[in-house]
């Protein structure tokens, strides 16, 4: 059986080749090493696969038939290598990956030393940028998105989950009051977060109910942190993700406002372009964040 296979491998390979020769060269045995092997696997299945001149070759009717059953045993035996070669690969070479500003200070980049130091063969790039940047042309290797993503051709895998908190300072709330029902909402001055896909328009859910509110502000802002800064300041009211506001929750520079009510959550995810994950470097690296996270 294994004889047979062998054969039926080397057959594949003269007839791509076009010659024994060629087939001799690509396999690096003797030319005579490859004839006989054919001769003997004509001879094992009883049938001829082979025209055979002194200036070509050619395939018989049944050859032919024969060839397709051997080359997809070479390209599956091809597959099974790149696989296992894939899942045993050391990561190397230079990990790019681009993230927004505020997430990625705070949580990604105090990640990268310690996933360095495991893969001493690996270089890491992190690209801080709010705005969704072209995975292809920027060579991004994974982008790290908070928010909800559109449909498109690159693969996606959730990291966790981000809450959001609707905030304001106490300064805010001592000028201009606490809003105590979602329609109070409309009434206030807004920080109006230009990144969400919807930046005038809220949902508010409590007890499987929802309430929808149009908001109004004078200052648009693309960057969370930008939004962070106005709230402590008193500028008005945001809602931010977790990551952002929960020490200064935590420390009470900021409130929490309508905390019985629900916010469609945000997540956080590890984007890559689907043959990437093919490479050792990302497929750890979007595993180590997954764990860490």
């Known amino acids: 059986?294994?004889?047979d296979l062998k054969r039926m491998v080397i057959f594949a390979h003269v007839v791509e080749a076009g010659s024994f020769s060629g087939a001799a060269r690509r396999l690096g045995i003797a030319k005579s090493a490859v004839s006989k092997h054919v001769s003997l696997l004509e001879q094992n299945i009883g049938v001829r696969l082979l025209n055979r001149t002194t200036r070509s070759l050619s395939l018989t009717d049944v050859g032919e038939t024969y060839y397709q059953n051997c080359a997809r045993l070479l390209e599956a035996a091809e597959d099974a290598k790149q696989c296992t070669s894939a899942l045993q690969d050391v990561p190397r070479g230079t990990l790019k990956i681009s993230c927004p500003a505020s997430f990625g200070i705070e949580h990604i980049a105090p990640l990268l030393n310690s996933f360095?130091?495991?893969?001493?063969?690996?270089?890491a790039e992190l690209l801080l940028d709010d705005s969704v940047v072209d995975m292809t042309e920027a060579g991004i290797d994974v982008a790290i998105r908070v928010g909800w993503l559109p449909d498109s051709s690159l693969r996606a895998r959730k990291l966790k989950d981000s809450p959001r908190l609707l905030c304001a300072s106490p300064s805010y709330i001592e000028r201009m009051g606490l809003p105590e029902t979602p329609e109070d909402l409309a009434q206030h001055e807004w920080i109006i977060f230009t990144l969400l896909p919807t930046p005038h328009h809220y949902t508010f859910t409590r007890n499987k109910k929802s309430k929808e509110v149009q908001v109004k502000g004078r200052i648009r802002i693309n960057n969370g942190n930008a939004v962070r800064t106005l709230l402590l300041e008193g500028a008005g009211i945001s809602a931010l993700s977790d990551f952002l506001v929960a020490?200064?929750?935590?420390k009470g520079r900021l409130i929490r406002l309508l905390p019985d009510y629900h916010i469609a959550d945000a997540g956080i995810y590890a984007v890559h372009q689907s043959q990437h994950l093919q490479q050792a470097k990302v497929r750890k690296f979007i595993d180590y964040l997954a764990e860490k996270l």
């Open 247 to 250: 020490k200064d929750l935590k």
């Open 1 to 3: 059986m294994i004889d």
């Open 116 to 123: 360095l130091q495991e893969y001493p063969e690996l270089k």
